[in-house]
């Protein structure tokens, strides 16, 4: 059975950094799309960024362009978000996604993403 697992989130100070990382199974989601969302309490599920399966094409949302870095290793079957400069308005729950296997097209609907994770707890104080 896929499954795609979280870790990384926690409690950080505005201005600090934290990587999340994704753990794929059960197939290696090398051909997909894969991204991370994100929810605040009371907020809709909110596109974070995507990255197509070479690597070479990643795409950001307007809040955290030039602070946020999404990379995947398809050899470890491993997806990463390195966030720097958080600030309060980034906490949320953090969910790894994947799209279809040979989409090509990223979307920022949550709809359009098939595999979701759990999601990992991310905590920015001011």
């Known amino acids: 059975q896929e499954q795609l697992v979280e870790s990384g989130g926690g409690l950080v100070q505005a201005g600090g950094s934290l990587r999340l990382s994704c753990a794929a199974s059960?197939?290696?989601?090398?051909?997909?799309?894969m991204g991370w969302f994100r929810q605040a309490p009371g907020k809709e599920r909110e596109f974070v960024a995507a990255?197509?399966?070479?690597?070479?094409?990643?795409f950001y949302s307007e809040p955290v362009k030039g602070r946020f870095t999404i990379s995947r290793d398809n050899a470890k079957t491993m997806l990463y978000l390195q966030m720097n400069d958080l600030k309060p308005e980034d906490t949320a729950v953090y969910y790894c996604?994947?799209?279809?296997?040979?989409?090509?097209?990223?979307?920022?609907?949550?709809?359009?993403?098939?595999?979701w994770g759990q999601g990992t707890q991310v905590t920015v104080s001011s």
């Open positions: 996604v994947a799209r279809a296997e040979g989409i090509t097209v990223i979307t920022a609907r949550a709809r359009d993403y098939e595999y």
């Open positions: 059960g197939r290696t989601f090398s051909r997909n799309i």
């Open positions: 990255i197509r399966w070479s690597g070479y094409s990643t």
